[in-house]
């Protein structure tokens, strides 16, 4: 089992910038992969972004590509999501994902085996 604590959501002004951290625990040593997910009121939850293990390979979704980065701590068994010039329509209920198996469509949920609870951001025009 993995256990994943998200932190970091929060309120700003669109142009701002936020911090998302994820902090896995249990069987860390089998995640292969973690990503990020949202969620937009009335939306379907999509792909922000992805990283595998030696976080040497990333993925984005088109919309943030040039304003997130994600990054993945391994002594810590944390990955973070740096929003910058967020926008209002990042305004979402953000979530933490790790998956154990390689080979996989990381742009998909169906590659995430363990969610977290979620972070809400909220991006003000």
């Known amino acids: 089992q993995v256990q994943l604590v998200e932190s970091g959501g929060g309120l700003v002004q669109a142009g701002g910038s936020l911090r998302l951290s994820c902090a896995a625990s249990?069987?860390?040593?089998?995640?292969?992969?973690m990503g990020w997910f949202r969620r937009a009121p009335g939306k379907e939850r999509e792909f922000v972004a992805g990283?595998?293990?030696?976080?040497?390979?990333?993925y984005y979704v088109n919309s943030v590509k040039g304003r997130f980065t994600i990054s993945r701590d391994n002594a810590k068994n944390t990955v973070y999501l740096q929003m910058n010039s967020l926008k209002p329509e990042d305004t979402a209920v953000y979530y933490c994902?790790?998956?154990?198996?390689?080979?996989?469509?990381?742009?998909?949920?169906?590659?995430?085996?363990?969610w977290g609870q979620g972070t809400q951001v909220t991006v003000s025009s």
């Open positions: 994902a790790a998956g154990l198996r390689s080979g996989t469509n990381l742009y998909r949920d169906r590659a995430y085996d363990y």
């Open positions: 249990g069987r860390t040593f089998s995640i292969y992969a």
């Open positions: 990283i595998t293990r030696s976080g040497g390979n990333t």
